[in-house]
């Protein structure tokens, strides 16, 4: 019988450079305050969030991937030549074809590369991440750039204060590619297609509706023990953690699912991604980016242990444990 | 388990999540006008007087429990 060969399995993936971009114009709580009703003091309370970046009307999701994308290979000493696949995580599209993929893979260079987007909302980043990682490990690719990148403004009535006041734009990106010692872990992910209509844009003429408290309570009961399963899967424990970078949803929500982990063994000195402070809720771009702003801020170090956790709608989650390039 | 016992428990758990004095916590107030606690406090109440009780406040129940004495009462009920 004829056999069909497979390449062999490396025997680990690791994260080789990280990039971000954010659109310049930087929108502050006053800023909102005079185009709808809400106050800073309304805003900080309810979600932690003091300013976040808006892109222009021209600026589109694909340019901000790009940007972000083009960052993260530079960052890893790499060029557009030795990455072959790109994975865009994003679910604000303008348009559902084409994907954003293809075409910001071409605009950075990585001509005729497999290019594909992966939609699982604010989860999407871990989702790319854990798919770029098997493909790398699997032999079908050797480099690959993984971007989450989102105008949430375009989807978002900017007069409603449930909403308008969370969600931003941005792009963050990584490259991942081959490491003899393994250092992205297994994925602990799923769904829960049960709450699927408490966050939603029903159609195509429709704003990002979210059922805030329903959310709020999923997020803060149910999201640590995956990251706790993630942890479990790396084989290392809760207490190895040094830095804790879950979506950027809410900082009330980031707060207590750090606290439940804290409770279950998480060191008090773990350092937690608090980036919604000065970028709101990006969706699949917020942990790519937090990494990259804590990098440059010097709250994460190369070597150290991360724990990575996205979700959001769908429902969907996933998380895994990284360490810092 | 007494409703004084539950107001008990209840004001704990009031004081932990909202920073207000278990005290404070009587059954005439109103969890939104007399204590400032929002909406996202609200769930994080439900959430642990859930697990200290026993109990499960879904939602739309826990959008009718306007004052401390309408929790005491619902939680009761169900426990």
Known sequence: ?325 | MSNEDIQKGLAEIVEEVAGVAADDVTVEKSFVDDLDIDSLSMVEIAVQAEDKFGVKIPDDELANLKTVGDAVTYIASKA
């Open chain 1, 1 to 325: 019988m004829t056999s069909i060969k497979l390449p062999a399995a490396l025997s680990g993936t690791r994260i080789l450079g990280i990039g971000s971009y954010q659109p310049e114009t930087i929108v502050t709580n006053h800023d909102l305050a005079k185009v709808m009703e809400t106050s800073d003091e309304w805003i900080r309370d309810r979600v932690g969030i003091v300013s976040r970046r808006f892109a222009g009307k021209d600026e589109k999701l694909t340019d901000m991937a790009v940007e972000a994308g083009a960052k993260a290979i530079a960052d890893s000493g790499l060029t557009p030549g030795d990455v072959d696949a790109v994975i865009v995580a994003t679910c604000t599209m303008p348009s559902p074809i084409p994907n954003a993929a293809a075409q910001v893979a071409e605009r950075i260079g990585v001509t005729a590369a497999p290019a594909f987007d992966v939609n699982a909302a604010c989860a999407g980043f871990c989702y790319a991440l854990a798919t770029a990682s098997d493909m790398v490990r699997s032999g079908s690719s050797r480099n690959v750039l993984v971007i989450g990148a989102e105008k949430l403004t375009d989807w978002v009535d900017p007069t409603d204060r449930s909403t308008a006041i969370i969600f931003a734009d941005a792009a963050g990106a990584v490259v991942v590619g081959p490491g003899d010692e393994p250092s992205i872990g297994p994925v602990a992910w799923g769904s829960a297609g049960e709450l699927a209509d408490t966050i939603a844009i029903a159609d195509r003429n429709s704003s990002i509706h979210q059922e805030g408290q329903a959310v709020f309570r999923w997020a803060t009961t149910q999201i640590a023990p995956v990251a706790i399963r993630a942890v479990e899967l790396a084989g290392v424990e809760l207490s190895d953690v040094d830095v804790f970078v879950p979506h950027q949803a809410n900082l009330r929500i980031v707060e207590a699912i750090a606290k439940r982990l804290r409770s279950k063994g998480a060191r008090e000195d773990m350092v937690i991604a608090r980036d919604i402070v000065e970028s709101g809720n990006t969706s699949s771009a917020s942990i790519p980016m937090a990494l990259d702003h804590m990098r440059a801020a010097g709250e994460i170090s190369s070597g150290d242990v991360v724990l990575l956790m996205g979700f959001g709608a769908g429902l969907s989650y996933a998380g895994q444990v990284v360490r810092c390039p």
